[in-house]
Nanobody, 123 residues
Framework: QVQLVESGGGAVQAGGSLRLSCAASGRTISTYAMGWFRQAPGKEREFVAAIIWSGGTTYYADSVKGRFTISRDNAKNTVYLQMNGLKPEDTAVYYC????????????????WGQGTQVTVAS
């Protein structure tokens, strides 16, 4: 089992930045692919970004490409999402996810989910 706890959410003005963290426990995630999703009010959960176990390959939704960066520190069992140039449409609950392979994350069906952290971007 893998437990995931997100942190770093909050309220910012448009154009601002936030860095989300996802701390894993229960087992090491060094061999797991990791990802971030988000769900805005009244909308379905959507894929944001993913990173393979080594950090060598990353994937992004078109809506965040060039603004968000996913990274990981396997020694700390932690994954990050650096969000720059935030827009009001980025407002959502952000969820961390983990899976042994990256494809299920990209498809939206990871094995493990965190509880989420709220990000609110004011215009």
């Amino acid at each position: 089992q893998v437990q995931l706890v997100e942190s770093g959410g909050g309220a910012v003005q448009a154009g601002g930045s936030l860095r989300l963290s996802c701390a894993a426990s229960g087992r090491t995630i060094s061999t797991y692919a990791m990802g971030w999703f988000r769900q805005a009010p009244g909308k379905e959960r959507e894929f944001v970004a993913a990173i393979i176990w080594s950090g060598g390959t990353t994937y992004y939704a078109d809506s965040v490409k060039g603004r968000f960066t996913i990274s990981r520190d396997n020694a700390k069992n932690t994954v990050y999402l650096q969000m720059n140039g935030l827009k009001p449409e980025d407002t959502a609950v952000y969820y961390c996810a983990a899976h042994p392979q990256v494809l299920p994350i990209r498809r939206g069906t990871p094995a493990y989910w965190g509880q989420g952290t709220q990000v609110t971007v004011a215009s």
